[in-house]
Nanobody
Framework: QVQLVESGGGLAQPGGSLRLSCAASGLTLKHYAIGWFRQAPGKEREGVSCFSSDGSTYYGDFVKGRFTTSRDNAKNTVYLQMNNLNVDDAGVYYC??????????????????WGQGTQVTVSS
């Protein structure tokens, strides 16, 4: 049974940092594209980042160099390092795994497996 479990969410101040983790069981992450998505209250879910199976990385336009996604094959875990957070970054962050993705746009419908999400709050 495939499980993706996010962790690392919490409260950060504007300008602060958080590192999210996505740990997998039942699949080997290096064989999948791993995306991070987020959803704020009243808004649609949007793609934050993608770490593809070949090691390429893609980010949503709003990231603007603030976030970095990485993968630890030994731990079967993908990370999202988020720096210089602002209030617009608040929401529930989900990781997801896709057998294959096409292009640099991070499209929700391409992802096959989803985690339950972790809450990120940005407030002073």
């Amino acid at each position: 049974q495939v499980q993706l479990v996010e962790s690392g969410g919490g409260l950060a101040q504007p300008g602060g940092s958080l590192r999210l983790s996505c740990a997998a069981s039942g699949l080997t992450l290096k064989h999948y594209a791993i995306g991070w998505f987020r959803q704020a209250p009243g808004k649609e879910r949007e793609g934050v980042s993608c770490f593809s199976s070949d090691g390429s990385t893609y980010y949503g336009d709003f990231v603007k160099g603030r976030f970095t996604t990485s993968r630890d094959n030994a731990k079967n875990t993908v990370y999202l390092q988020m720096n210089n957070l602002n209030v617009d970054d608040a929401g529930v962050y989900y990781c997801a795994a896709a057998v294959s993705v096409w292009g640099s746009n991070i499209k929700e419908y391409e992802y096959d497996y989803w985690g339950q999400g972790t809450q990120v709050t940005v407030s002073s």
